[in-house]
């Protein structure tokens, strides 16, 4: 079975510009989650859809926004970037989105904005 | 709200030997996850070692076991036999079981991790 897959895998932008990052959770899992990584800040919760509703959301301004499509595939978007949201993104999925389930990890989308 | 704590940014073991990563957590749960996730250089998030918080038998996982002392709100991981390509850094995190205002809160708390250095 294959695992999380996250694109573009590096992405390089400027202030002000807008990006959208793509996640396909593993076949059968439901529930798809995202995490910034930074240096300073560690691992820190975004947000979280499953069914395509999300559920849970961490404490990030309302620049950053997501979505899941119906084939659990999801997408984040970030608008109006700043400096600071140069991070590595990553994706977990689960099966059923229940804290009982393991959170599988994507490699991760690295945006850079200058 | 929940913490976690890795009071160990950085540590280092020869090769065969073995070493303990510490976590500590803070949380007024009575059920939980309590999870180590490994992350080598430039390569992905792999999960590590789960344990249930209301099982008091310890988890094991190959070379990999974990000491969990829920009074005192501590897992660490214990690496038997370190082999290089543990070289990794290694998070421990958290997910709880309540639900606040009705809604779910599915979400994972890290620690700041602990970079492992495997050396030959």
């Known amino acids: 079975k294959a695992g999380v897959t996250q694109t573009p895998r590096y992405l390089i932008k400027t202030r002000g510009q807008q990006v959208t990052l793509s996640c396909s959770p593993i076949?059968?899992?439901?529930?798809v989650s995202w995490y910034q990584q930074t240096p300073g800040q560690g691992l820190q919760f975004l947000f979280e859809?499953?069914?395509?509703?999300?559920?849970n959301k961490g404490n990030f301004p309302g620049r950053f926004s997501g979505r899941q499509f119906s084939n659990s595939r999801s997408e984040m978007n970030v608008s109006t970037l700043e400096l600071g949201d140069s991070a590595l993104y990553l994706c977990?999925?689960?099966?059923?989105?229940?804290?009982?389930?393991?959170?599988?990890f994507g490699p991760g989308t690295r945006l850079t904005v200058l | 709200a929940q913490t976690v704590t890795q009071s160990q940014p950085e540590m280092s073991v020869q090769e065969a030997e073995t070493v303990t990563l510490s976590c500590t957590y803070d949380?007024?749960?009575?059920?939980?996850?309590l999870f180590w996730y490994k992350q080598p250089p430039s390569r992905q998030m792999i999960l590590v070692i789960r344990?249930?918080?209301?099982?008091?038998q310890n988890a094991t996982e190959n070379r990999f076991s974990v000491n969990f002392q829920k009074a005192a709100k501590s897992f660490s991981l214990k690496i038997s036999d370190s082999q290089l390509g543990d070289t990794a850094m290694y998070f421990c995190?958290?997910?709880?079981?309540?639900?606040?205002?009705?809604?779910?809160?599915?979400?994972?708390?890290f620690g700041k991790g602990t970079l492992l250095t495997v050396n030959p």
């Open positions: 344990q249930e918080a209301y099982k008091q």
């Open positions: 977990a999925s689960s099966l059923g989105g229940t804290v009982t389930d393991t959170q599988y």
């Open positions: 076949s059968g899992h439901r529930s």
């Open positions: 949380t007024s749960e009575s059920n939980y996850y």
């Open positions: 859809y499953f069914s395509e509703t999300q559920r």
């Open positions: 995190a958290f997910i709880g079981t309540h639900h606040y205002g009705g809604g779910s809160n599915y979400k994972l708390t």
